[in-house]
């Protein structure tokens, strides 16, 4: 072996060291690590179920009231969506399905698209200029 280059630490750092040396220490997880799991498994699920590689569509139309089906393994969470029901059967049936009907009507309706001459409009060299003589600016 070269000098240098020996496996162990020298026998003057174990001195000073001494048990800190065959300790480990453990790193905490990244902060987003659970959330891209989480997005992971969502992701595959969705993948398996539909056939398509994009998760895009599916997270657009999902409405924003609409609970993930991953936080019910959460006790608390359970506890505050049953509000004080037995099950989620019993909690569904005090839900109103008019106004479910009407929600699901008003976000289909809602497709988040720009109008074609909308866009050729903003790709225009002189659109900021346009746009700030509009608003007054």
């Known amino acids: 072996m070269k000098r240098g280059t020996t496996k162990h630490p020298p026998k003057t750092l174990r001195l000073i060291l001494g048990d800190q040396l065959n300790e480990q220490h453990n790193q905490p997880q990244r902060t987003n690590n659970i959330l891209e799991r989480f997005f992971r498994d969502l992701k595959r699920g969705s993948r398996k179920k539909t056939g398509t ?14 609970p993930l089906v991953k936080n019910l393994d959460n006790k608390d969470y359970l506890n505050i969506i049953l509000d004080g029901c037995d099950t989620l059967e019993q909690r569904f049936a005090r839900v109103d399905s008019q106004l479910v009907l ?8 809602e497709t988040g698209r720009l109008p074609q001459i909308l866009k050729k409009m903003i790709r225009e060299p002189a659109f900021p200029l346009k746009a700030g003589v509009l608003f007054g600016c």
């Open 53 to 66: 590689i994009s998760l895009n569509k599916t997270l657009k139309t999902i409405l924003s009231d609409t």
């Open 102 to 109: 009407q929600e699901l009507e008003k976000n289909k309706k």
